[in-house]
Structures are given as structure tokens and as C-alpha cells.
């Protein structure tokens, strides 16, 4: 099975944001990269899948230079070779899908696997909208998948509100994944070593034909209000959830 | 080069992430080996670094591994269970037959055969280790192994132990570092046939024993290299292992700086955070500055090592310098945690216990002055 991963690298969710100036975009000095944690799932499940079926697993990502780490630690997982779209551009959704969706487009993958959203902007628009581009059936939010190979059949598992709904569909399509779908593995040691001669392969936007009209823009970026001082009542326990319950609806509002 | 370390302390800390600060507080507290974690570091092939590829393993040098090790321990964990599967493996791939190797190296790459128990020191013999009593005596196409040996370190999680014994008497040799000799004992069919091993209990979660050898037959074919000649073979690891447990104490002393730095930056008192005090933020600053020069030399050492080069002097220093810099960060630690430093969840003190035992061993602190005194600098040997 020929599988693409698209793979988004996001800052470090331990990372502590600040808006820089001009209030348009964030500082990205002293940011630690990582990969978006929804598109691990998505890698483990395509190594897992080839680990069964065999085949290929090729990793997508666009971004700048940086973005080369991260495919690299995807090949550390297992991947077996990278495309990186190198990009120095803000790029919203719409561009960024239909760059991903050339480079599936250009070979023929049996399976497009990423992640249910990316934690930076938690838009949830790419893995959609390749499918859409590619014309190819997509389930969201998967949190189990079962690959019948005979049958070019795959069965998905999708989170609702409350409940599971089952989806059974053909393939090529696109799958976006759910935390629990599975527990993304570490690289060993041996696969470090051999994504060093693994092939990443340098894209750029206008040798894919993409255009780069941007749809969205960014107007402004502020930081969340700072949350005011707690405040601890001490004393008598029993005056004190009397006080609680006055403040809880008098001040909070909330009850 | 580089690039290849960033990515093997990336790898490590991906690992050490899945076991965090309480299973290794559990684990102290119950006195138990960290199996999975050590099942984990042997599956993902970092124990094989230094095994050459042709037996498995990822052929990686000295600096490489020390680095291994030192992400383990700067995530918080304790790299001590499990460094010696790396490098006691390093005396039958220098001097064992092509026969030993071909058994043993891939097994040890793959975790199937656990050669992490390394038998020296003795109640008589502790680093004057050429006047160990232990002897192994021929019979029968082999050796009995008679005598005691005590602060053996994973023997109950290991398949083999590596044993310095003494073949021919003291008396009979011209200089006391002939006459001793190395075997690979098989735990397995030694226990219960003439070995016992006593646990020791210590004041960190290390597993340790005292080992009493009463007529141990091994096998002819498990003697390493030429009988007479293992004290040479042991010595040429020593400094592979100063290397690798530099790492280990820099790691240990980088884990002391962040916590120490986090915590004085978040901890408030007299309304400002305890970090704006000079009092408090020079020791650590200064403990930073030991780490790193440490840190250099362990780079220093690794790299010679590496190339071939001589590095006695520098492995020593690497050695001396990381295990003082680690101690200094344990103290700054606790001391700047208040109360807070002795109380397990900071895991503060488990470490200071932990990195405690580098002043001892493999070498204590002592013996590295004083081969500096002798060997560098030409001072009268004082011992």
C-alpha cells in the first residue's frame, strides 16, 4: 500500500506563545518545533498499516527550511522517503492543500493519512480540502481503521459527539486521525541512523503550478486576558462554603 | 556529526518521555528494576550504539553513547540500570576469539543475552584491584572460580557477568598485574552450582550484590583472550566507561539546572520570585558554568577516544570534573528548593542520591587525582 502522510510542524505545545510586533503574526525566536501530535497519529498508523500490507509510507510537509526536522524525524520513525514544499510564505489552508494535494496527485497513493487538525491554528481545513482537490472520499476524526486490502475497502471509525459512527468506504481516500487511534512509537536508534540517507525531496510552490492566492488573512493576534489573582478563603470550612457559594453566584455568576 | 547527535538526544528524549517522573519514583521507592524502560532503550537499539554494525549493533563511538546516556539521565531517569549492557560487551569485541563474538556480540545487540554484571572489586581488593583474592584454578577442560566479590551491579538482570579472577598466584609473577585473567560466567547455570549472590541494600535504587564464589566451573572456551593477561584487557575499557559515566553525571547536572532554574523563576516569596536574589541565582549560575566546562571535556575525551588517540589524562579529567559539577548542581538544587528538595515529588533528592554514588564509582575521586598526580604531571606515585 502506498500511503502519503501530510505532516504539519507546529511550536511545541509546552511552548509559551507571544504575539510580535505588528500584531499579525508570533515570535518564533527560542520556539521549539515539533510535529503536530494529531499527525504522529497519522504516521504511526500509516507504519502500521505498512508493517501488515507492506508497501510505502512517503511523508509531506510545507513550510520553511526548519520544516526538513520534521520530516526527518518521521523518517527516524519509519518513513520510508520525504517531500518538503519549501515555502517561506504565509500560507492559509487553501494553498497549503492544494500543494499537498499536487504532490498526491503526482503518484498514485492508495491512502492520504494526517491529523484531525493542527494545535497552532486548530483550523482542521487541510486534510478536507485535499480531498476534495483529489476528488476522493475522506472520513474525519478516525479513531480506529481497518484496511481491507482484497477488497480495496476501508473501514473507519469516527468520533461523534457521545457516540461511534462507523464508515465504510473505498479507497484511495483521505482519513484524518483522532487521538486514540494509536500510540505513536519512537524512533530507535538504527532508524535515526538510516533516515541520514534517506531521500528528501525539495518542492517549491511554483514547480507544483500552485499559485499562491491567499484566501485568508490574518487581521490580528492578541494575547489571552491575564487571569486575575485567585482568591483563597481561609477559615472556618463552614463559613467559608457559605462565602464560596455567595461568591459562586453573586460575583461568578455560575450558580 | 552534529546533526546526528541532535537527532539521537531527540530519539532518547522521545523515549524517556513515555517514562516520566513517577515511574521512577515508584521504582525508588519499591526498589525495583526498571524493566520496561531498559526493554525499551534495548528494542529501540541504543544499548547496541557501540556494537560494530557487522554483529548488529549501530557502530557508533564513544561520543555518541555518552550522549545516550546523558539524555537519560537529564530527563530524570537513571541511565545506571542499563549503561554497562553498552560497554562490558567492549572487552570480548577487543579481545575475545572471533568464536566469542560471533555468539555473544549479536545477542547482546539484541537484547537476548544481557552482559551488564562486571565482577572486580572485592572486600580486600577495592581500586587496588591487582590484589584480588578470587582465584580461578584449572579443571577439567575449565576453571573453578573460588572466592568473594562484593558491590556487583546488575547481576540479578544479567545472563552473564564479566569475572577478573587471579589464575596464577601473586608469588609467581614478577609484577602483580600479571597472573589475573577474564571469563565470562553464565549466571544461570552458575547460581545455585557454587555461586550465591546477596543482595546489598543502598541508599538509592541501584541493584548490587555480593557475589561468593565456592569451586564455580567455567568452561575453558569462556577465558577472553590469553590466560595472565586480563588485567591489561579490563584497564583499556576504563576509559570508555569515564567517558560514558561523564554523561551520565551531565545529564544529571543538567536536570539539577533546570529544575533549580524553573523552580526559583515560579517560587515567590516576599513578592518577588526567589531567583532575583543574587543569593539564590549565582550558585546556580555558577553550577551551570562547571556543567558546561565539564561538558567540554567530555567532548574532548569522547573525540580522542574516538580518533584512537591516547585520553587516559583527558577521560580521567572528563570523569573528575562532570561527577564534582553533577554533585555541586545536586546540592544548588536542594538548596534552592528549600523543604521542597527532600520531598520525593520534586524528585530533587532521588537524584541527589543517585548522582551521590559518581564520587565512588566506578572510580572514586581520589584515584583520579591521583593518577592526574602521577601520570600527568610526574608527581611520586603516593599510593
Avoid at chain 1, 475522506?138 to 475497502?153: F, M, N, W, Y
Avoid at chain 1, 531521500?199 to 490580528?220: C, D, F, H, M
Avoid at chain 2, 552450582?193 to 564455580?216: C, Q, R
Wanted: glycine share 8%.
Amino acid at each position: 500500500m502506498k500511503i502519503l502522510v501530510m505532516v504539519k510542524q507546529v511550536p511545541d505545545t509546552a511552548t509559551r506563545i507571544r504575539v510580535a510586533e505588528g500584531n499579525a503574526s508570533i515570535v518564533t525566536d527560542g520556539i521549539k518545533w515539533v510535529i503536530n501530535p494529531y499527525d504522529e497519529f497519522a504516521i504511526e498508523e500509516a507504519l502500521r498499516i505498512k508493517e501488515r500490507l507492506g508497501g510505502e509510507v512517503v511523508v509531506v510537509s510545507a513550510g520553511p527550511q526548519r520544516v526538513e526536522e520534521a520530516i526527518r524525524q518521521t523518517l527516524a520513525m519509519g518513513a520510508d522517503r520525504g517531500v518538503h514544499i519549501k515555502t517561506d510564505e504565509a500560507l492559509d489552508s487553501h494553498v497549503v492543500a492544494q500543494a499537498l494535494a499536487a504532490v498526491a496527485r503526482a503518484e498514485n497513493f492508495d491512502l492520504i493519512l494526517t491529523g484531525k487538525q493542527a494545535v497552532d491554528d486548530d483550523a482542521a481545513q487541510v486534510g478536507p480540502l485535499v480531498a476534495v482537490f483529489l476528488d476522493v472520499p475522506q472520513v474525519t476524526v478516525v479513531l480506529k481503521l481497518e484496511v481491507d486490502a482484497e477488497h480495496q475497502r476501508l473501514v473507519a471509525e469516527r468520533e461523534l459527539e457521545g457516540s461511534i459512527e462507523v464508515v465504510e468506504l473505498p479507497y484511495p481516500a483521505v482519513i484524518t486521525a483522532q487521538r486514540g487511534l494509536n500510540e505513536p512509537r519512537y524512533p530507535t536508534l538504527p532508524n535515526i541512523m538510516k533516515a541520514k540517507k534517506k531521500e528528501v525531496r525539495v518542492e517549491s510552490l511554483q514547480a507544483l503550478g500552485i499559485v499562491p492566492n491567499v484566501k485568508v488573512r490574518t487581521v490580528s493576534l492578541s494575547e489571552p486576558p491575564e487571569r486575575p489573582a485567585a482568591k483563597i478563603l481561609t477559615g472556618d470550612p463552614v463559613a467559608a462554603a457559605h462565602q464560596l457559594v455567595e461568591l459562586l453566584h453573586a460575583e461568578a455568576k455560575v450558580i | 556529526m552534529k546533526e546526528l547527535l541532535e537527532d539521537l538526544r531527540q530519539g532518547v528524549r522521545d523515549l524517556c518521555a513515555t517514562f516520566p517522573a513517577t515511574y521512577w519514583r515508584t521504582l525508588d521507592h519499591e526498589r525495583q528494576y526498571p524493566a520496561a524502560f531498559v526493554q525499551a532503550m534495548t528494542r529501540a537499539g541504543y544499548l547496541a550504539a557501540l556494537i560494530p554494525e557487522e554483529y548488529g549493533g549501530s557502530g557508533l563511538g564513544i561520543t555518541e553513547a555518552s550522549v545516550i546516556l546523558e539524555e537519560v539521565n537529564r530527563a530524570g531517569g537513571n541511565a545506571a540500570a542499563c549503561h554497562a549492557q553498552m560497554y562490558t560487551m567492549g572487552t570480548v569485541l577487543r579481545h575475545g576469539s572471533a568464536q566469542q563474538k560471533q555468539w555473544l556480540l549479536p545477542a547482546v545487540a539484541q537484547g537476548e543475552l544481557r552482559l551488564q554484571a562486571f565482577g572486580v572489586t572485592e572486600p580486600g581488593a577495592g581500586s587496588d584491584t591487582t590484589h584480588l583474592e578470587t582465584t580461578a584454578r584449572r579443571k577439567d577442560d575449565g576453571y573453578l572460580i573460588r572466592g568473594q566479590k562484593i558491590f556487583i551491579s546488575r547481576v540479578q538482570h544479567s545472563d552473564y557477568l564479566l569475572l577478573l579472577a587471579r589464575t596464577t598466584p601473586i608469588a609467581e609473577v614478577t609484577r602483580r598485574s600479571q597472573g589475573l585473567s577474564v571469563f565470562l560466567v553464565n549466571l544461570h547455570e552458575a547460581i545455585g552450582h557454587g555461586l550465591t549472590v546477596a543482595p546489598i541494600d543502598t541508599m538509592m535504587n541501584h541493584e548490587t550484590n555480593a557475589l561468593f564464589f565456592d569451586d564455580v566451573w567455567v568452561p575453558e572456551q569462556n577465558l577472553i583472550g590469553q590466560e595472565g593477561e586480563g588485567f591489561r584487557y579490563i584497564l583499556d575499557g576504563m576509559n570508555a566507561e569515564r567517558i560514558l559515566i561523564a554523561g551520565e553525571c551531565i545529564g544529571d547536572g543538567e536536570f539539577f539546572i533546570e529544575k533549580a532554574t524553573r523552580y526559583a523563576k515560579d517560587r515567590v516569596v516576599f513578592d518577588r520570585p526567589i531567583g532575583q536574589n543574587q543569593g539564590v541565582q549565582f550558585p546556580i549560575a555558577r553550577a551551570y558554568a562547571q556543567i558546561r566546562a565539564a561538558d567540554l571535556m567530555r567532548f574532548e575525551s569522547a573525540h580522542r577516544f574516538d580518533q584512537g588517540q591516547s585520553c587516559g589524562e583527558e577521560a580521567n579529567l572528563a570523569k573528575l570534573l562532570a561527577a564534582d559539577a553533577s554533585w555541586e548542581a545536586a546540592n544548588v538544587a536542594i538548596q534552592v528548593h528549600g523543604g521542597y528538595g527532600f520531598a520525593a515529588d520534586y524528585d530533587i533528592e532521588r537524584k541527589f542520591r543517585e548522582t551521590r554514588l559518581f564520587q565512588v564509582a566506578p572510580i572514586s575521586t581520589n584515584l583520579i587525582l591521583a593518577y592526574v598526580a602521577e601520570h600527568v604531571l610526574g608527581l611520586p606515585r603516593s599510593y
